[in-house]
């Protein structure tokens, strides 16, 4: 599952089911959603798993040996993408999504349906 958060921690893009062994990069290029960000003018702050990606995703500096300043922007990076880490986390806090008992491509909406009902919750307080 690819998710898409908002600075605030509000999930804002949810993807289909892929295979666990799909790459999250081969995976959000196969879901368009980076060309739609990169449209939509956005940055994205991402993981290491999405260096290369290019166009609106941000990534941390990767390797031994960083200077020190791209030791305090990976840790500044780190810092910003917690809300959007507890999104994800707060997704599979769910227990219908722990053990699936449905086909797989239904899971993209079942985590659709779980983001609106979070957002729910959040606008009720």
Do not use: F
Not at 25 to 34: D, P
């Amino acid at each position: 599952m690819q998710v898409v958060a908002s600075p605030e921690g509000a999930v804002l893009w949810t993807s289909g089911a892929l295979p666990g062994s799909v790459h999250d990069l081969v995976a959000a290029r196969a879901w368009g959603i980076l060309r739609r960000l990169e449209q939509a003018g956005m940055t994205v702050l991402a993981d290491k798993a999405y260096q290369g990606a290019g166009g609106p995703v941000v990534t941390p500096y990767k390797g031994k040996g960083k200077l020190e300043s791209q030791k305090r922007a990976n840790r500044s990076h780190a810092r910003l993408r917690g809300p959007g880490e507890r999104a994800n986390a707060q997704l599979k806090c769910w227990r219908i999504l722990r053990r699936l008992r449905c086909s797989p491509s239904k899971a993209g909406h079942m985590c659709k349906a779980i983001a609106v009902l979070q957002h729910y919750e959040v606008a009720r307080g």
